[in-house]
C-alpha cells in the first residue's frame, strides 16, 4: 500500500505518465478455453513463451565452442553470489569489448570479472572449459555519455591473459564500414539491461541489418531521450523479422561467421547498445566497430598490447587461429556439444548432454527385479509408462526414484493388458503432489502426440551407452577412454511390416504380430557391444512447432527386449495415438472432445448474418454473451460455429428466441466500446482508462489502495474487495496527469452475491460525478464478453515498488488448474488465474488487472486482481473475471 500526502498527489501523477504497453505477444491473438475438454492443448497448457525457451530474449541455444569469444561480465554480490548483467568479446588474449553503458550497473558499481567458454552460467555444466578472470582496467570512450546512447563502447583490460584453446579463442573485428551481408547473428543470455531476467544458456538470434533510413523512422529526433539526434552513422539497427526479440545481451557481439576452408572465423560488426524487447517493428541498435577500430588499436597499443601493423586485420586474424574455429555447416551431418561429426555413418547416433528432464527412473520401496524401468512426465501429475513396469509380481511401482524421489498416489494399467504381453503395454502413474514445472531446473514436461501419422521416416529414441564408444574419433586424433555411462540419442528409422527385424526374445509376447499399436523403429547396421540400450519406458521423441514455436513431443514409449538401440535388431514401441481415448478417461473423467464442442471461426461470416450448424440446425451469428452466459450453457450447445472472431457465434434460433434476443441490439457504450475504440484515435503508449481509488485518512494522507477501469463516461469498475463498503473520497485518472488531481465519484455497488471467503462475484461498479470527456489520453476500456474462451496470453499493469506503472504479460489458465494450483479449495467461475512466464515471480505490490489486446486499436480488460492471498502464493495470481458479470454492470449501470 502506497501512503502519499493529498498535496504530493501532483508529484506521483507526474511519473506515472505514459504507461508503456510494450510490443504484442502472438500469444494474445491466441485463445484458451476456460475449462479443458482435451489432452491435445499441451501448447496451450504450457505455452512456451518464447520460441526457444529461456529467458527474455528468444533464440536457438547456442553450441559448446560456436562462440568461444562471447564472455558474460560479471558484478560479485555482498553474499557473494554473481550477478551477470552485460555480455563482451574477446578481441585479444586479455582484452574484451563491450559497451560503455555496461561498465557501471545501476548502483554505479563498477564489473568485476569476465567469464569465458560456459554456455550454461547457473548450473556446473559446461565448468569444466570455463574460464573467469578478473578486470584490471575499464577503459571507456571518451566521447561516451551516460546520458545517451552515442559512443556507447568500451575495453576491458583483464588482470592476466585467457588460455586460448577451442572453448576460449578471439573473435576478428570487422573494419570495412560496408556492412554488407544479409544475415547478421547476435548472442546473449538474454539480458537487454540491468535488472532484467536472463536466459540460463547461451542463445543465439538470427537478425537482418536495417538501413539508416529505416531506423530514423523508428528512432527519429526527439522520439527518445537518448538520442537527441537521432541514429547516427556509427550506429547498426538489426531486427528479427520473425521472432518478438531483436536483441543479444547489452555490449554482447553482433557478428557474422565467415568461411575459409572447412571452417569458419566469427567477424565482429556491432556491440550491442540498446533496444525496445522489440517486435517486428523495433530494431535492436548497435555500435559500429569499424568506426572505432582505430581508437581500439591505439588504446590497446598504449597498454602494451602486441598489435602494431597488420596483427588485427582480416587476413591475419583468421589465420591465427585457424585450427581451433569451428567446421563450415554445409560439411557438418551433426553435432554433439563441441564434438562435430562429418561422416554419415556417425551421424545416426549422439551423446546427449543429460537426460531429458520429462524421463524419469521407476523404483519401489522394496526394491524389485525391474530396477531400470523409465517413464515419462506428460503432465503435471501424471507419468506415462509401460503396464510391464508399473507392476511386477501383483506389486505395483509407488515412486519416482531420480531425478528426484516423488510418491506415486494411484497406478492406472490398462485393462485389456496381459502380464507378459506386448499388447495394450501402457499405464498411467499419478503423483501425490502436483509438480511446478516454472521453478523446476530437473524436471520437464513433453507433449502427446495425437495422430495416427508420424512426422517423418525417423524419431529420437533415449538410451544409455559407454560414453567413449560413441564419441566422434577423426584422423589425426587419439582416443581417450571414457567408461562412463552417457545418455544416448539414436535416429531410429521407422520400420514397416515387411523390413521390421525384431530381437528372438520379442517373439513369445507378440502373438499376433504387429499390431496398429506398435512402431517398429532402427537402422540396419550394428553397434559394437555396450554402445546403446533402450531401457524399457525410454521415449521415441521429437519436436512439433505449433503457433510458430517448438514443442518436446513423445510419439511412443519402448518395450523390453530391444539391443543396441534398435541397430541391427530393430526396436519394438507402444504407439501413443492407439491409447489416448483411455487416457483421456483416466486423466480427464468426464471429458468431451473439443471437436464435439468447437468448430474454427468460419471467416465468411459476421454478426447478424444467417448461419447453420451440425445436424441442418439453423442458427444467426450474434456477439457469445447474447447466446450464451457460462460454460455450461455453452457445451450444452452442442457443436458450435465462431462467426469472424471469437466474439461471435453461431447461435440456434430457439436459444436466441429463448433469451428474446432476435433482432435487439443493446445500445449502450458497454456495447460499442470496440466500435468506438476502432475509430478513435488514441495515445496507444498509455492507459488512458486506468484509475486508481484512493481513500483519505484522519492524518490527511491518501492511501492508494487498488485501481479500476473506466468503461464508460460516468462509469468504472473495480473489485469489491477493493472498496471494503467504502466509497473513494478520490479517483486519480492517468489521463489527466498533472493538470488535475482526480475526479469526484458519486457512489457505488458492489455485486449482492459477492463472498469475501471464496472470491465471488468480486465486483463493484462507481459512478462519477460528473461525465467524463474522452481524448487522446482519457478513454474507455472494453470489457471482455467471450464467456468460454480468454486470451492465452494477457497483460497485467501494476504499480512498483518505485511508484512507477509496469506491464508484464501472464498466461491465462484453465478454471480447473486454478482449482488444483491455488491454496483455496474453492475457485468459483467467476474468478480466473494467470502465471508469470518462464518461472517468474507473480507477486505485485498494486495490480490494476489483466488486459489484453487482440487487435492494435481495442484494449479489452480480461480481469481485476483480487487481493486475497497477500502474496502468499506467487506461483498464480487470482483474477475476478469479467465475462460472466457483463450483464450484472449493465443493469447496474441502467440502475445508478
Not at 276 to 298: A, H
Amino acid at each position: 500500500m502506497t501512503n502519499l500526502k493529498i498535496s504530493c498527489t501532483i508529484v506521483l501523477w507526474s511519473c506515472l505518465l505514459n504507461i508503456a504497453f510494450g510490443q504484442p505477444h502472438e500469444g494474445e491473438s491466441q485463445m484458451l478455453p476456460d475449462e479443458r475438454m482435451t489432452l491435445d492443448d499441451c501448447h496451450l497448457r504450457f505455452y512456451n513463451f518464447w520460441p526457444f525457451g529461456g529467458g527474455g530474449a528468444g533464440g536457438f541455444p547456442a553450441r559448446s565452442n560456436e562462440f568461444a569469444h562471447m564472455g558474460a561480465i560479471g558484478w560479485i554480490q555482498a553474499d557473494g553470489s554473481m550477478k551477470w548483467q552485460c555480455g563482451g568479446t574477446l578481441i585479444w588474449d586479455n582484452f574484451v569489448m563491450t559497451a560503455a553503458h555496461c561498465v557501471v550497473d545501476s548502483n554505479n558499481q563498477k564489473p568485476q570479472v569476465v567469464r569465458f567458454g560456459d554456455l550454461n552460467l547457473y548450473t556446473t555444466d559446461g565448468d569444466e572449459t570455463a574460464q573467469q578472470i578478473e578486470i584490471a582496467e575499464i577503459i571507456r570512450h571518451p566521447l561516451h555519455r551516460y546520458a545517451s546512447h552515442y559512443h556507447d563502447i568500451a575495453l576491458l583490460r583483464l588482470k592476466e591473459s585467457v588460455q586460448i584453446n577451442p572453448s576460449v579463442c578471439p573473435a576478428c573485428l570487422w573494419t570495412s564500414d560496408e556492412v554488407r551481408f544479409t544475415k547478421l547473428e547476435a548472442t546473449g543470455w538474454g539480458s537487454t539491461g540491468f535488472g532484467e531476467n536472463v536466459s540460463p544458456i547461451l542463445l543465439k538470434m538470427t537478425l537482418s541489418p536495417v538501413t539508416e533510413s529505416e531506423c530514423r523512422d523508428v528512432y527519429g529526433n526527439n522520439t527518445h531521450r537518448k538520442l537527441k539526434s537521432g541514429i547516427q552513422g556509427h550506429q547498426i539497427c538489426a531486427w528479427d523479422e520473425k521472432a518478438d526479440t531483436c536483441e543479444g545481451d547489452s555490449g554482447g557481439p553482433l557478428q557474422v561467421k565467415l568461411m575459409h576452408g572447412m571452417r569458419v572465423t566469427p567477424f565482429v560488426v556491432g556491440v550491442t547498445s540498446f533496444g525496445f524487447p522489440c517486435g517486428r517493428s523495433t530494431p535492436g541498435v548497435y555500435t559500429r566497430v569499424s568506426t572505432y577500430f582505430d581508437w581500439i588499436k591505439q588504446t590497446m597499443v598504449e597498454r602494451r598490447a602486441p598489435v602494431a601493423g597488420d596483427i588485427l586485420n582480416s587476413t591475419m586474424c583468421t589465420l591465427r587461429y585457424a585450427e581451433l574455429r569451428d567446421f563450415y555447416d554445409g560439411v557438418v551431418t551433426s553435432r554433439n556439444g563441441s564434438n562435430v561429426e562429418l561422416n554419415v555413418f556417425l551421424r545416426h547416433i549422439n551423446v546427449a548432454r543429460s537426460r531429458p528432464g520429462y524421463m524419469v527412473r521407476l523404483g519401489w520401496q522394496n526394491g524389485s527385479e525391474l530396477d531400470n524401468c523409465y517413464g515419462i512426465l506428460v503432465d503435471d501429475e501424471y507419468v506415462l509408462t509401460l503396464a510391464s513396469c508399473a507392476q511386477v509380481n501383483g506389486t505395483k511401482v509407488d515412486r519416482i526414484v531420480e531425478p528426484r524421489n516423488l510418491k506415486l498416489s494411484q497406478v492406472h494399467i490398462h485393462p485389456r493388458y496381459s502380464e507378459g504381453s506386448s499388447y495394450f503395454n501402457v499405464a498411467l502413474l499419478k503423483l501425490e503432489n502436483l509438480l511446478n514445472f516454472q521453478n523446476s531446473w530437473d524436471l520437464s514436461m513433453t507433449c502427446m502426440w495425437h495422430a495416427y501419422n508420424l512426422p517423418g521416416k525417423a524419431l529420437t529414441a533415449v538410451g544409455f551407452g559407454r560414453t567413449d564408444l560413441n564419441e566422434p574419433l577423426y584422423p589425426g586424433n587419439s582416443l581417450e577412454l571414457d567408461p562412463s555411462i552417457g545418455v544416448i540419442e539414436s535416429e531410429n528409422t521407422i520400420q514397416n511390416r515387411s523390413t521390421c527385424r525384431l530381437p528372438p526374445k520379442n517373439i513369445p509376447r507378440m502373438e499376433h504380430g504387429l499390431a496398429h499399436e506398435h512402431l517398429c523403429t532402427g537402422n540396419d547396421f550394428f553397434l559394437v557391444p555396450d554402445a546403446c540400450e533402450l531401457p524399457p519406458g525410454t521415449p521415441l521423441k521429437g519436436t512439433e512447432w505449433r503457433n510458430d514455436r517448438p514443442y518436446s513431443m513423445v510419439f511412443a514409449i519402448n518395450q523390453p527386449g530391444s539391443r543396441d538401440c534398435g541397430f541391427g535388431e530393430h526396436a519394438l514401441s507402444t504407439r501413443l495415438y492407439d491409447h489416448l481415448e483411455w487416457m483421456r478417461l483416466v486423466m480427464l473423467p468426464g471429458y468431451r472432445s473439443l471437436d464435439e464442442v468447437l468448430q474454427y471461426v468460419e471467416k465468411d461470416l459476421s454478426e447478424g448474418e444467417e448461419c447453420e450448424l451440425a445436424g441442418e440446425k439453423a442458427g444467426k451469428c450474434v456477439p457469445v454473451a447474447k447466446c450464451v452466459d457460462n460454460w455450461s450453457e455453452f457445451s450444452a450447445l452442442g457443436s458450435m460455429l465462431f462467426c469472424s472472431s471469437l466474439e461471435t457465434i453461431c447461435c440456434p434460433n430457439d436459444v436466441i428466441a429463448r433469451r428474446n434476443v432476435v433482432e435487439q441490439h443493446v445500445e449502450s457504450e458497454i456495447r460499442e466500446c470496440p466500435a468506438l475504440m476502432r475509430g478513435f484515435k488514441h495515445d496507444s503508449l498509455s492507459v488512458g482508462s486506468l484509475a486508481i481509488l484512493a481513500f483519505e485518512t484522519e492524518d490527511s494522507y491518501y492511501e492508494l489502495e487498488c485501481f479500476g477501469a473506466l468503461i464508460s463516461k460516468q462509469f468504472l469498475v473495480t473489485t469489491a474487495s477493493c472498496l471494503y463498503n467504502r466509497i473513494p473520497d478520490a479517483i486519480l485518472l492517468q489521463g489527466l496527469g498533472n493538470e488535475n488531481n482526480g475526479v469526484e465519484p458519486l457512489s457505488f455497488v458492489q455485486h449482492e452475491n459477492y463472498d469475501p471467503e471464496t472470491g465471488s462475484f468480486d465486483i463493484a461498479l462507481v459512478k462519477l460525478k460528473n461525465e467524463l470527456t474522452w481524448s487522446s489520453a482519457v478513454y474507455p476500456v472494453c470489457l471482455w464478453m467471450n464467456q468460454t474462451h480468454t486470451p492465452l496470453v494477457t497483460r497485467q499493469i501494476f504499480l512498483n515498488s518505485k511508484d512507477k506503472f509496469e506491464a508484464e504479460h501472464l498466461l491465462s489458465m484453465y478454471n480447473t488448474d486454478c482449482q488444483r494450483y491455488h491454496p483455496e479449495s474453492a475457485f468459483p467461475r467467476t474468478r480466473m488465474c494467470a502465471r508469470a512466464p518462464g518461472g517468474l515471480n507473480n507477486c505485485k505490490t498494486m495490480a490494476a488487472g489483466i488486459l489484453a489486446a487482440p487487435d492494435k486499436d481495442v484494449s479489452y480488460l480480461i480481469g481485476m486482481e483480487q487481493d486475497d492471498d497477500g502474496c502468499v502464493n506467487t506461483t498464480l495470481i487470482s483474477f475476478m473475471r469479467i465475462a460472466p458479470l457483463v450483464g450484472w454492470i449493465e443493469n447496474q449501470i441502467k440502475k445508478m
